[in-house]
Nanobody, 121 residues
């Protein structure tokens, strides 16, 4: 079993900052890409940022220059530093990880619990 535990989130004023963390634990052989997604009310879940085990990153255009994704491979943890937050960043944020539980099984997708980020104007 693999668990992703998310921490961070909350209420912040526009222009403020928040940091999200997501730690993977359990039966883990290796972790490939880790990422953050978000879902606003009435909208589909969308990719915010993703980072590979080698450190390659990709961001949604809407967060480029404001959000930074990073990871600690030794801790199987991914972070999302969110600066210059805008009301339109308000959403439930989800962590995702591609995990190989055993060397002989394929990669599987795992999701953490969502965390609410609310940006007030």
């Amino acid at each position: 079993q693999v668990q992703l535990v998310v921490s961070g989130g909350g209420l912040v004023q526009a222009g403020g900052s928040l940091r999200l963390s997501c730690a993977a634990s359990g039966s883990i052989f290796s972790v490939n890409a880790m990422g953050w997604y978000r879902q606003a009310p009435g909208k589909q879940r969308e990719l915010v940022a993703v980072i590979t085990s080698g450190g390659y990153t990709n961001y949604a255009d809407s967060v480029k220059g404001r959000f930074t994704i990073s990871r600690d491979n030794a801790k199987n943890t991914v972070y999302l530093q969110m600066n210059s937050l805008k009301p339109e960043d308000t959403a439930v944020y989800y962590c995702n990880a591609e995990v190989k539980a055993k060397f002989y099984v394929p990669l599987s997708d795992y999701w953490g619990q969502g965390t609410q980020v609310t940006v007030s104007s």
